[in-house]
């Protein structure tokens, strides 16, 4: 078992012995977290020291989805073997996890970080801005088990931060949101007091937000690289090529992730944890269950919209991340039935306006 002392340099990558209250170390293995995760393997932090660490098979393709492998944030159970080198044995259970849907067609799961406190959504106030993307990735992070916090980054480059800050607490109600210049300590500095000792966060945006900019000012040292944006969009390059925990010194840890290319949803997320819980709550006074909210007699939606209460943006961002979850999560089985069914709509309409073009 681990002295106080070692247990106190744990507590400082984000440790804490009540969420495991259970837990028994070998007496030829340590209690590890993983710091990197990179193709040939992870690097794992003891408290005082890393090592270079490979994980066994049966952690790696012997598990149903590729979320359960192992990822930086994951605490584990690692030991030397094989002359030295280091394997990781065993994985703690997660408390919270920050899913994706992998890319492609297809229903597997891509873990990003495992065991945060927190989720930072950094989006720059720049061309890059988009509210549907923000409310995407709160619905990405309703799933997680972790706390959103919205950082709006380039506040020294941008001329409406506060219409900009008001129109982010419009469709996120609830949700700290903190716009900054993230060079400045002084500007990051209520950021940085949300984050206690023994936390950990996970940033998460698009390239070229800030995320790398954030990570060394809440470090205090340049020690993540930076790039700079495309004048016609916004876009950055990707300067983070793979997810890293960093120790702050205010004793919590952060994670920063490569900018996420597609924001993909896996079927577990829910629209009211994510800040739409206005329109949940109206759709269930709709006189009819199956309300499409379109057309339909006794719309509540509808109703609020015609009354300036709900915009119809906003609307149309809920049913379509709605039914992206419902597709996310459906069976194999009903997904190919639906795949089959859409294919004969289509032919059947494509059959009509034949006969259309030769009546």
Known sequence: MHTPAQLELLSRIGFCARRWPDLVIPDDSILARIVEQHRSGYVIHDGSDTHVAKSLPRLRHRVEQASERPCVGDWCIAAVRHGGEWIIEELLPRFSTLVRGAAGETQARQAIAANIDHALIVTGMDRDFNLRRIERYLT?????????????????????????????????????????????????????????????????????????????????????????TRERDGRGRHTTVSRALKPLPGGACLIDTPGLREIKLTGDEDLAEAGFDDIEALATSCRFRDCKHEKEPGCAVRAAIEAQQLDPARLSSWSKLGGEISRAGESPIARRERKQHDAAMARALRDVLKKKGRS
Not at 170 to 179: M, N
Not at 197 to 221: D, E, F, M, R, Y
């Open 140 to 228: 990405l992070v309703s799933s997680s088990d972790a706390h959103p916090i919205l950082v709006l980054t380039k506040a020294d480059k941008s001329s409406e931060v506060d219409e900009l800050r008001v129109a982010v607490e419009t469709i996120a109600p609830g949700t700290t949101v903190h716009a900054i210049n993230a060079k400045s300590p002084e500007s990051c500095a209520a950021l940085a007091a949300e984050l206690l000792p023994g936390q950990t966060a996970v940033l998460i945006g698009s390239s070229g937000a800030g995320k790398s900019t954030l990570t060394n000012t809440l470090l205090g040292a340049e020690l993540q690289a930076t790039g700079t």
